[in-house]
Protein backbone atom coordinates (compact mmCIF):
# COMPACT_ATOMS: atom_id res chain seq x y z
CA UNK A 1 0.00 0.00 0.00
CA UNK A 2 1.44 3.43 -0.94
CA UNK A 3 0.06 6.42 1.30
CA UNK A 4 0.71 9.96 0.52
CA UNK A 5 0.82 13.11 3.28
CA UNK A 6 0.57 16.79 2.59
CA UNK A 7 3.67 17.27 4.83
CA UNK A 8 7.19 17.08 3.85
CA UNK A 9 8.17 15.13 7.07
CA UNK A 10 5.94 13.22 8.51
CA UNK A 11 5.66 9.93 10.79
CA UNK A 12 2.97 7.91 12.13
CA UNK A 13 3.73 5.52 15.34
CA UNK A 14 3.00 2.43 14.95
CA UNK A 15 4.16 0.16 17.10
CA UNK A 16 6.08 1.58 20.53
CA UNK A 17 8.19 -1.47 20.38
CA UNK A 18 8.89 -3.39 23.85
CA UNK A 19 12.20 -4.63 25.68
CA UNK A 20 12.04 -7.37 28.16
CA UNK A 21 14.45 -9.66 30.22
CA UNK A 22 13.02 -13.25 30.14
CA UNK A 23 13.62 -15.57 33.27
CA UNK A 24 17.16 -16.19 32.56
CA UNK A 25 18.09 -12.31 31.88
CA UNK A 26 18.12 -12.38 28.13
CA UNK A 27 17.21 -9.25 26.91
CA UNK A 28 14.28 -9.46 23.96
CA UNK A 29 14.11 -6.33 21.80
CA UNK A 30 11.25 -6.39 20.36
CA UNK A 31 11.74 -2.86 17.85
CA UNK A 32 9.63 -0.39 17.26
CA UNK A 33 7.75 0.98 13.95
CA UNK A 34 7.54 4.19 12.54
CA UNK A 35 6.16 4.90 9.41
CA UNK A 36 8.49 7.41 7.74
CA UNK A 37 7.46 9.13 4.86
CA UNK A 38 9.72 10.17 2.32
CA UNK A 39 9.30 14.14 0.50
CA UNK A 40 11.27 12.09 -2.52
CA UNK A 41 9.72 9.55 -4.64
CA UNK A 42 6.22 10.14 -5.71
CA UNK A 43 4.89 10.25 -8.54
CA UNK A 44 2.45 11.74 -11.02
CA UNK A 45 -0.18 9.45 -9.24
CA UNK A 46 0.66 10.42 -6.02
CA UNK A 47 0.18 14.68 -6.71
CA UNK A 48 -3.43 13.87 -8.58
CA UNK A 49 -4.64 11.80 -5.30
CA UNK A 50 -2.78 14.93 -3.14
CA UNK A 51 -4.81 17.44 -4.93
CA UNK A 52 -7.15 15.66 -5.01
CA UNK A 53 -7.28 14.96 -0.54
CA UNK A 54 -6.06 18.26 0.31
CA UNK A 55 -6.82 21.78 0.77
CA UNK A 56 -2.92 23.00 1.09
CA UNK A 57 -3.84 25.78 2.99
CA UNK A 58 -1.23 29.24 3.56
CA UNK A 59 0.22 28.08 0.11
CA UNK A 60 3.80 29.95 -0.21
CA UNK A 61 3.72 32.78 -3.14
CA UNK A 62 6.34 33.56 -5.86
CA UNK A 63 8.37 37.06 -5.99
CA UNK A 64 5.26 38.65 -7.53
CA UNK A 65 3.52 38.02 -4.35
CA UNK A 66 0.17 37.03 -6.15
CA UNK A 67 1.20 33.40 -7.60
CA UNK A 68 0.66 30.73 -5.28
CA UNK A 69 3.52 27.90 -5.72
CA UNK A 70 2.73 24.73 -6.27
CA UNK A 71 2.00 22.07 -3.71
CA UNK A 72 4.36 19.95 -4.54
CA UNK A 73 7.03 20.71 -2.25
CA UNK A 74 4.71 20.23 0.81
CA UNK A 75 4.48 16.04 -0.10
CA UNK A 76 5.52 12.66 1.27
CA UNK A 77 5.15 9.20 0.78
CA UNK A 78 5.05 5.82 2.36
CA UNK A 79 5.04 2.81 0.29
CA UNK A 80 4.44 -0.70 3.39
CA UNK A 81 5.98 -2.56 0.32
CA UNK A 82 9.71 -0.83 0.26
CA UNK A 83 9.13 -0.07 3.83
CA UNK A 84 8.89 -4.16 4.36
CA UNK A 85 12.29 -5.50 2.09
CA UNK A 86 14.11 -1.94 3.61
CA UNK A 87 12.83 -3.89 7.19
CA UNK A 88 12.65 -7.45 6.26
CA UNK A 89 9.44 -7.72 8.14
CA UNK A 90 7.09 -10.83 7.62
CA UNK A 91 3.86 -10.81 5.74
CA UNK A 92 1.81 -10.27 9.08
CA UNK A 93 4.26 -7.56 10.70
CA UNK A 94 3.26 -5.47 6.95
CA UNK A 95 -0.58 -5.88 7.50
CA UNK A 96 -0.29 -4.73 10.99
CA UNK A 97 1.26 -1.57 9.69
CA UNK A 98 -0.83 -0.98 6.81
CA UNK A 99 -4.07 -1.89 9.01
CA UNK A 100 -2.89 0.56 11.90
CA UNK A 101 -2.28 3.04 9.08
CA UNK A 102 -5.35 2.97 8.15
CA UNK A 103 -6.95 3.41 11.30
CA UNK A 104 -5.11 6.41 12.68
CA UNK A 105 -6.69 9.28 13.65
CA UNK A 106 -4.98 11.46 11.09
CA UNK A 107 -5.46 9.35 8.40
CA UNK A 108 -8.27 11.47 5.52
CA UNK A 109 -6.61 14.54 7.28
CA UNK A 110 -2.90 14.25 7.38
CA UNK A 111 -2.22 11.93 4.43
CA UNK A 112 -4.26 9.32 2.42
CA UNK A 113 -4.23 5.99 1.19
CA UNK A 114 -3.03 6.15 -2.94
CA UNK A 115 -5.32 3.59 -4.33
CA UNK A 116 -4.26 1.99 -7.87
CA UNK A 117 -5.50 2.25 -10.80
CA UNK A 118 -5.21 -1.44 -12.22
CA UNK A 119 -3.81 -1.65 -15.89
CA UNK A 120 -6.17 -3.41 -18.47
CA UNK A 121 -4.95 -6.12 -21.18
CA UNK A 122 -4.21 -4.97 -24.33
CA UNK A 123 -7.31 -6.82 -25.76
CA UNK A 124 -9.98 -9.10 -24.00
CA UNK A 125 -8.34 -12.31 -24.67
CA UNK A 126 -4.63 -11.36 -24.16
CA UNK A 127 -4.45 -13.50 -21.69
CA UNK A 128 -5.97 -16.03 -22.95
CA UNK A 129 -3.40 -16.45 -26.22
CA UNK A 130 -1.51 -19.37 -25.90
CA UNK A 131 0.61 -19.69 -29.10
CA UNK A 132 4.06 -19.08 -29.51
CA UNK A 133 5.73 -15.67 -28.48
CA UNK A 134 7.12 -14.44 -31.93
CA UNK A 135 3.63 -15.18 -32.87
CA UNK A 136 2.32 -12.79 -29.62
CA UNK A 137 4.86 -10.28 -30.83
CA UNK A 138 3.48 -10.26 -34.57
CA UNK A 139 0.07 -9.88 -33.48
CA UNK A 140 0.38 -7.15 -30.98
CA UNK A 141 2.21 -5.03 -34.33
CA UNK A 142 -0.76 -6.41 -36.40
CA UNK A 143 -3.39 -5.18 -34.55
CA UNK A 144 -1.01 -1.59 -33.79
CA UNK A 145 -0.88 -2.15 -30.01
CA UNK A 146 2.01 0.22 -28.90
CA UNK A 147 4.38 -2.28 -27.34
CA UNK A 148 5.42 -0.30 -24.51
CA UNK A 149 1.58 -0.48 -23.13
CA UNK A 150 1.88 -4.34 -24.18
CA UNK A 151 5.20 -4.23 -21.92
CA UNK A 152 3.98 -2.40 -19.13
CA UNK A 153 0.52 -4.71 -18.46
CA UNK A 154 2.91 -8.06 -18.77
CA UNK A 155 5.12 -6.16 -16.19
CA UNK A 156 2.73 -5.21 -14.31
CA UNK A 157 0.90 -7.09 -10.87
CA UNK A 158 -2.15 -7.91 -13.15
CA UNK A 159 -0.11 -9.43 -16.31
CA UNK A 160 1.32 -13.34 -16.44
CA UNK A 161 5.26 -11.35 -15.84
CA UNK A 162 6.24 -14.35 -18.42
CA UNK A 163 9.85 -13.41 -19.05
CA UNK A 164 10.04 -14.92 -22.54
CA UNK A 165 7.13 -12.61 -23.36
CA UNK A 166 8.93 -9.32 -21.54
CA UNK A 167 12.33 -9.99 -23.34
CA UNK A 168 10.85 -10.39 -26.74
CA UNK A 169 8.43 -7.19 -26.28
CA UNK A 170 11.64 -5.57 -25.41
CA UNK A 171 13.84 -6.30 -28.29
CA UNK A 172 10.95 -5.45 -30.63
CA UNK A 173 10.84 -2.40 -28.57
CA UNK A 174 14.70 -1.74 -29.46
CA UNK A 175 14.30 -3.31 -32.71
CA UNK A 176 12.26 -0.44 -33.85
CA UNK A 177 13.45 2.39 -32.28
CA UNK A 178 16.89 1.06 -34.15
CA UNK A 179 15.43 0.88 -37.31
CA UNK A 180 15.79 -2.76 -37.80
CA UNK A 181 13.91 -4.67 -40.09
CA UNK A 182 11.91 -7.41 -38.71
CA UNK A 183 10.94 -10.29 -41.30
CA UNK A 184 8.53 -12.63 -39.94
Do not use: C
Not at 5 to 21: A, E, H, L, T
Amino acid sequence: MRFISQYPVYGVSIDPGKRKFTEYGIEEVKPEIVAEFDPRGWNQRDMEVALHSFKFRGMMQYEDEATPVHPAYRLSVYDTDEAALRHDWDEDTKMMVEARMQEGGAYGRDYVLVTEIAIEPPWPTYDEFDGKVEALIVLVGDLGFPHEGVLAYEESKWGQQRPEVIQALQSAIEARDTGEIIVT
